[in-house]
């Protein structure tokens, strides 16, 4: 199982010093329990405006079966806001696409020609 996890610095690992952040582990735990590949795709200081403009490009190379987003944080509290509204059609966007993704995708996980 292929699992993005996309978002800023949380997403990233900032500030945990000891294990990495939750995505690490998420990966320390889902490695010893289960097959499955975590990319942690944070970087810190996104936005949904910069995720979107990546998330297409990162998802093909690696065929995500699971995508997950944590992101907005930025979008609120910089003093360039993303404003509300943009900011929710921007969440819809990244749910459309994360969507349209799955939808090449057949029952069993492999892409479809």
């Given amino acids: 199982m292929n699992i993005c996890i996309f978002g ?3 997403t990233w690992g ?3 010093t000891e294990k ?3 995505v690490e582990r998420l ?5 010893n329990k ?3 590949i975590i990319y942690n795709l944070g970087i810190p200081g996104d936005t949904t405006i ?5 998330v297409e490009s990162e998802c093909k190379s690696r065929k995500p079966d699971l995508i997950i987003f944590s992101i907005g944080i930025n979008d609120l509290w910089r003093d360039d806001r993303t404003p ?3 900011f929710a059609e921007n969440i ?3 749910h459309r696409i994360a969507k349209k993704i799955h939808q090449k995708r057949d029952f069993y996980g492999a892409y479809a020609r």
């Fill in 14 to 16: 900032a500030s945990d």
């Fill in 20 to 22: 990495g952040g939750w």
């Fill in 84 to 86: 509300i509204k943009k």
């Fill in 50 to 54: 910069d995720l979107l403009k990546r």
């Fill in 92 to 94: 819809a966007r990244l």
């Fill in 34 to 36: 289960y097959e499955a």
């Fill in 27 to 31: 990966k320390t735990y889902f490695g």
């Fill in 8 to 10: 800023d610095s949380i």
